[in-house]
């Protein structure tokens, strides 16, 4: 077995090299990719799933129900964005031009 060998898409095993975009009949969707386009939806454990087909270069959004504690990492983290949040408000924007797009957490 080769962990480093380029993988070969079509092959109906998502290799350590490819991924949905790059062999969709071989690696299984991002997380959101199954919601509508333009949407987010938040589930129980707290994370945000999105499915977009335009770029994010900044979001907000509001929570009823619960007191929100803290807001970080997924997508918008590892683009770099300034994620923060109050008791029911979630902001996230980059400061550097950084988007987010296509589906995921």
């Not at 999105?50 to 803290?70: K, P």
């Amino acid at each position: 077995y080769c962990n480093t060998c380029p993988g070969e898409c079509g092959n109906e095993v998502c290799e350590w090299d490819e991924t949905y975009v790059t062999c969709p009949n071989d690696c299984e969707p991002p997380p959101g990719c199954d919601l509508p386009d333009m949407s987010l939806s938040i589930l129980a454990d707290g994370s945000v799933l999105y499915n977009t087909s335009e770029l994010i270069g900044g979001f907000q959004f509001t929570v009823d129900g619960v007191t929100l504690t803290g807001a970080t990492g997924g997508a918008a983290g590892d683009a770099g964005f300034l994620i923060s949040n109050s008791a029911t408000e979630v902001l996230g924007f980059s400061l550097t031009g950084a988007t987010i797009d296509g589906c995921g957490t």
